[in-house]
């Protein structure tokens, strides 16, 4: 199982862009408190759309409690990471796959990421900005195991319980 990790996500939108994401895509989300919002927050809710009710999610009180109870291999996502986030063989790893992100505006605990420096990540950018947006980065880190693995149980078409994959061949106006 896929699994994300927010660290002190401070965002409402960013977590329910990242909510809709873990629902369309069945990766579980974990949120470590503190959060910079109401679980119940409107925005956030707002966010996830009508979606949030298929959400599979934890809160968890700390990062140290989370891990204790939560085994599989852990990925750091950071702009202090020395590799890409496509550089791992996700496709043979054979347990669970924690994707660890920070919050909006410090990132990961420094000591964290210098104690797992060989499994942090980043995903490739120019020297313009420092980092992605949060809800954008999981996005991509989620699809690249995904991509790995052969996106297992999604739809590469339209599926019948929505439109149909034959939805633009039917289309009239």
């Known amino acids: 199982m896929i699994h ?5 996500p401070e965002i409402p ?5 990242i909510m809709r994401t ?3 895509t069945g990766v579980k989300l974990h949120l470590i ?15 996830a759309v009508d979606y949030y009710d ?25 702009r202090y990471g020395k590799k890409s986030h496509s550089d791992p063989k996700y496709n043979e790893i054979n347990h669970d796959i924690y994707l660890v992100f920070g919050s909006e505006s410090y990132g990961i605990d ?15 950018t120019n020297d313009k900005i420092r980092s992605l947006n949060l809800s954008n980065a999981v996005a991509i880190t989620v699809f690249e195991v995904l991509r790995q693995l052969g ?16 939805y633009l061949k039917n289309f009239k106006e």
Do not use: M
């Open 22 to 24: 873990c629902v369309g």
């Open 13 to 17: 939108q960013n977590t329910g862009n």
């Open 151 to 166: 996106y297992p149980d999604l739809y590469e078409f339209e599926p019948d319980t929505l439109k149909g994959k034959d």
């Open 54 to 78: 298929f959400l599979n999610f934890e809160i968890h009180p700390n990062f140290d409690s989370f891990k204790k109870n939560h085994h599989g291999t852990y990925f750091y996502l950071s």
């Open 110 to 124: 420094r000591k964290l990421l210098s104690e797992n420096e060989s499994n942090t990540f980043r995903i490739p």
């Open 4 to 8: 994300v990790v927010l660290c002190q």
């Open 33 to 47: 408190e503190p959060l910079g919002f109401k679980i119940d927050d409107k925005k956030l809710r707002r966010s």
